[in-house]
């Protein structure tokens, strides 16, 4: 940082010490670490290498003498190309490295990047949606980690850097989750400690690699394998296997990335949010503020209800639109496997107020639950679930006593799928907007769908065949609803006000009965959260 | 068949201009001429003897069921200009379309992230703007076509009014 090169302008920040301290109050510049871009790229010097000595590599296993006649000739040649590449590849890593730049001062993250092309960024900290800490396979050999710091822009990470020592991509997590919940903004103390964390719950590698083989690719693998023996048996011909190879290549591939990914999943609370562990070569760690879930999805696949597995994914303002391969998929996973317990946990963390004084009945219905055959509305034993009207069970013969939903005081929950069961539910104060929708057959069952708008993500949570009174009556009180909700929105920095998850003690998991406190507050405390001592002073986020 | 609707009862729909219909005439009429060429090429050479497959009836039958499906759909179009509707509440911003798919939509103020207008060249011919609200999801597509431009231009002011006194974060 001494000395400053001819390219940058004078009073460039972080050219010179002064023009830093001048600008921006705290926080110096800094770089990411050297070797991050030898770790990140060394595919490229992989392949430089590899090209350039693949000749003199075939020939040593040939068995040939090292340099012949027709070799000697070119050698200098390749000597020269491979090491101009080699060189310049190096030192574009080199002036990437020294152009790259961040600080994180003054409710800002800047990251300042390019040679050519520059590019300075600057993004508010209190606008995080989430932070992710990646450690690809190379990285961690060399106790490095990418920092990835999610706004809601639904694309790419604002900020992105790679790599840090694991050390200080902790730290300055810590540091940017502390000034965005507006408890360590002073300049005094700009090193903040790491929140401590508490482990709710883990996924044991056993059930994973049980819920990869009973998932729903596991039934198409076996109808594929059965009908391609019916098929090689009937035709007799052999050479039918031999068309296997590259869909069971691929399938291993598949099922290695799920297994890879899911592998020792853990989620923790710490007052920053929820935090996720998971990954067997490649690890990640996401940390979710509280509040950050736009909307969430519990499902069960046919097979997985032997072992009463459920799996949760969730609408991430930051993570956007993911896609079906590896890494998108496992950001918006909430829980890969869990059982019913591990729900209600993982339910308690991201609705810490469910708004209905039992949680854990209105789960079971949303996720078990079929209204009554003779179609009579006794929604008290289903929950409260209102389900599409007897009418219009020829529309939906075996989903009319599934789909249906429930408005506590704090989200909605919409439950559908007699065999692919699904539970979604989306906090009031998160619905961007509210759709009813007919077409001509629904009109003549008198029904409409409800379709609520959410952030990209994996979950579009859409509630089918209700009928056309408690629809018009939903989407009334739902706009209304949002709106109150929004009214009442807390501030962004949510440590600010008083605190909103202190760290709590053993999670006692056995015990799953809802408790009413005796408590000291006005408000009775409604939450899935299973009971656990010390969780008395845990501070929902409530209004007020 | 019961023809109930699907939107609140007591909301008083603001509609869009009749005029709108003209454009969506000049959509319908360019969309359609141009599928009615491509439809109509067998049939010509049919006649002129330059093909011997396929029969008459079938190379004059598919053109004829196209136009006649392209005439239901211009027979629609004055209802469907005619159903689309907006209100201003005090809190939140209704918007409904549709005879046969019907569709109602509730943009809270506080929600909207910008407000869009645009015009396409018939709809400036004619004095008209399409207005259009984005909030942070996609599935949205809150559009309201047809609007006289300075209705158009109100409803922005308005709207962008709204949305600030009622701003919510995500």
């Known amino acids: 940082m001494s000395s400053c090169p001819p390219a940058v302008k004078p009073g460039w920040p972080g050219c010179d010490g002064s023009a830093v301290t001048e600008g921006m109050p705290d926080g110096a510049w800094l770089r990411v670490h050297p070797a991050s871009p030898f770790v990140r790229g060394w595919v490229a010097l992989a392949a430089i290498g590899f090209f350039f000595g693949r000749d003199t590599f075939e020939r040593l296993l040939q068995g040939g003498p090292l340099i012949d006649e027709q070799f000697a000739g070119r050698a200098p040649w390749l000597l020269l190309g491979g090491g101009t590449l080699l060189l310049l590849t190096v030192a574009g890593y080199i002036l990437t490295w020294y152009f790259t730049r961040y600080q994180v001062a003054a409710g800002y993250v800047r990251v300042n990047t390019g040679f050519l092309f520059r590019q300075q960024r600057q993004a508010r900290l209190d606008r995080v949606q989430a932070i992710d800490i990646v450690q690809p396979l190379l990285a961690r050999i060399f106790g490095l980690a990418e920092l990835k710091f999610e706004v809601a822009d639904a694309g790419e990470s604002a900020v992105r850097l790679a790599y840090l020592r694991m050390a ?14 507006g408890v360590a903004d002073s300049p005094e103390s700009p090193e903040a400690v790491e929140a401590p964390e508490h482990a709710v719950l883990t996924v044991p590698p056993s059930r994973l690699a049980g819920s990869l083989l009973l998932s729903e690719q596991s039934v198409g693998v076996v109808l594929g394998g ?12 052999r050479a039918f296997y031999l068309y296997l190879i590259p869909a069971a290549l691929g399938l291993v591939t598949a099922y290695w990335s799920m297994f890879n990914k899911g592998y020792n999943f853990t989620a923790a609370v710490s007052p920053d949010g929820i935090r996720l562990r998971y990954g067997l070569l490649d690890t990640q760690a996401q940390t ?3 509040g950050r879930i736009q909307a969430l999805r519990v499902s069960q696949p046919p097979l997985w209800r032997i072992f009463g597995w459920y799996r949760m994914q969730a609408n ?6 993911a896609g079906t391969n590896g890494e998108g998929s496992a950001r918006t996973t909430l829980l890969p496997v869990g059982t019913f317990a591990d729900v209600l946990a993982m339910l308690s963390l991201v609705l810490p107020d469910p708004g209905t004084p039992d949680p854990v009945r209105v789960v079971t219905a949303g996720l078990r639950g079929l209204a009554d055959p003779a179609g009579t509305p006794d929604r008290d034993a289903d929950g409260g679930f209102v389900t599409t009207p007897r009418r219009a069970r020829l529309l939906a013969p075996l989903g009319w006593r599934r789909n249906g939903f429930v408005a506590t005081d704090t989200a909605l929950l919409i439950r559908s799928g007699r065999w692919w069961r699904h ?12 759709a009813l929708e007919q077409g001509p057959l629904a009109r ?10 959410t952030t990209a993500g994996p979950v579009s949570p859409r509630l089918v065949q209700a ?4 629809g018009r009556a939903l989407f ?69 | 068949m019961p023809t109930e609707a699907i939107d609140p009862p007591g909301i008083a729909w603001l509609r869009v201009s009749p005029k709108y219909v003209t454009v969506r005439l000049a959509g319908w009429a360019l969309a359609n001429l141009i599928v009615l060429a491509v439809l109509a090429v067998p049939l010509v050479l049919v006649l002129s003897g330059a093909w011997t497959w396929p029969p008459l009836w079938l190379a004059a039958a598919v053109p004829a069921v196209m136009l006649l499906l392209a005439l239901g759909r211009l027979a629609l179009i004055p209802r469907q200009v005619g159903s689309i509707g907006y209100a201003e509440r005090e809190d939140d911003l209704l918007i409904r379309r549709g005879i046969f798919f019907q569709r109602t939509l509730v943009v809270p103020y506080g929600r909207m992230q910008y407000v869009d207008i645009g015009a396409g060249p018939v709809e400036r011919a004619l004095g008209l703007c399409t207005l259009k609200l984005h909030t942070a999801s996609a599935g949205t597509s809150a559009e309201i076509p047809g609007l006289p431009a300075g209705e158009g231009a109100r409803l922005r002011e308005q709207l962008s009014a709204r949305g600030e006194a009622r701003l919510a974060g995500l």
């Open chain 1, 476 to 544: 009334e009180a739902q706009s209304a609803r949002a709106s109150a909700a929004r009214k009442l929105q807390r501030s962004e920095h949510w440590l600010a006000l008083p605190p909103v998850v202190e760290p709590v003690e053993t999670p006692d998991l056995d015990k799953l009965d809802h408790r009413s406190e005796p408590d000291h507050r006005s408000e009775p405390d409604h939450r899935v959260q299973p009971a656990a001592k010390g969780q008395s002073n845990q501070k929902g986020p409530h209004h007020g």
């Open chain 1, 444 to 453: 003549r069952f008198r029904v409409v769908d409800l379709v609520l708008h």
């Open chain 1, 467 to 470: 009928g056309l009174e408690e």
């Open chain 1, 168 to 181: 200080d991509a902790r730290q300055l997590r810590a540091t940017i989750l502390a000034r965005a919940a």
């Open chain 1, 288 to 290: 979710l503020p509280p």
């Open chain 1, 423 to 434: 539970l979604v539910m989306v906090p009031h104060q998160r619905t961007q907007s509210i």
């Open chain 1, 226 to 237: 059965v009908a391609s023996v019916a098929l090689s048996a009937v035709t007799e011909n």
């Open chain 1, 316 to 321: 991430v303002a930051g993570y956007g639109a």
